[in-house]
T-cell receptor, first 114, second 115 residues
Framework: NAGVTQTPKFQVLKTGQSMTLQCAQDMNHEYMSWYRQDPGMGLRLIHYSVGAGITDQGEVPNGYNVSRSTTEDFPLRLLSAAPSQTSVYFC?????????????FGNGTRLTVT | GENVEQHPSTLSVQEGDSAVIKCTYSDSASNYFPWYKQELGKRPQLIIDIRSNVGEKKDQRIAVTLNKTAKHFSLHITETQPEDSAVYFCAATGYSGAGSYQLTFGKGTKLSVIP
């Protein structure tokens, strides 16, 4: 099992550009989520999904879109990048949305918006 | 929603001493409390977790305690080693409505173990 795979590892965008961060898991997990990590702010939830076709907003959803067309994939779209979106992004999945099992993280994507 | 406070934000200990990190949560319905360790430049990884029907759990040098009445839980690391140096995050999960659960993280504690 590869676990949770994120691409790309690094990305530089100009203000106003759009892009998609890819996330895939091969563990048949129900729950998938996106977090952003900023210095001194911990991990903040952007969007999450409890199954294919179901998504919901987390703590900091503005400027981001998600979709979940399959159990395996959960891409995060930046619609019009802003410098405030410079951050490290982690995708994470769990077997159950009730968190009876641990949250598994991908290796992260370091995004810089200039 | 849930609010998780974590203290201290930084902690330095001598090798061999113990380290304690404390977290409080706001939602009395929260029922799952994991701890994650994040080494520099790497992803967070689960080190121990506890559920609301248990007061304490141990795994070798690591232990977690939970006080549901006071709504706080703590991570205890004994006989610290240099490889314990990392950022540690606590988290709490609770029901957020409409059949959804969310995991809310504390802001992290940077632990430095001095050889």
């Amino acid at each position: 099992n590869a676990g949770v795979t994120q691409t790309p590892k690094f990305q530089v965008l100009k203000t106003g550009q759009s892009m998609t961060l890819q996330c895939a898991q091969d563990m048949n997990h129900e729950y998938m989520s996106w977090y952003r990590q900023d210095p001194g702010m911990g991990l903040r939830l952007i969007h999450y999904s409890v199954g294919a076709g179901i998504t919901d907003q987390g703590e900091v959803p503005n400027g981001y879109n998600v979709s979940r067309s399959t159990t395996e994939d959960f891409p995060l779209r930046l619609l019009s990048a802003a410098p405030s979106q410079t951050s490290v992004y982690f995708c994470a999945s769990s077997y159950s949305y009730e968190f009876n099992s641990p949250l598994h993280f991908g290796n992260g994507t370091r995004l810089t918006v200039t | 929603g849930e609010n998780v406070e974590q203290h201290p934000s930084t902690l330095s200990v001598q090798e061999g001493d113990s380290a304690v990190i404390k977290c409080t949560y706001s939602d009395s319905a929260s029922n799952y409390f994991p701890w994650y360790k994040q080494e520099l430049g790497k992803r967070p990884q689960l080190i121990i977790d506890i559920r609301s029907n248990v007061g304490e759990k141990k795994d070798q040098r690591i232990a977690v305690t939970l006080n549901k009445t006071a709504k706080h839980f703590s991570l205890h690391i004994t006989e610290t080693q240099p490889e314990d140096s990392a950022v540690y995050f606590c988290a709490a999960t609770g029901y957020s409505g409409a059949g959804s659960y969310q995991l809310t993280f504390g802001k992290g504690t940077k632990l430095s173990v001095i050889p």
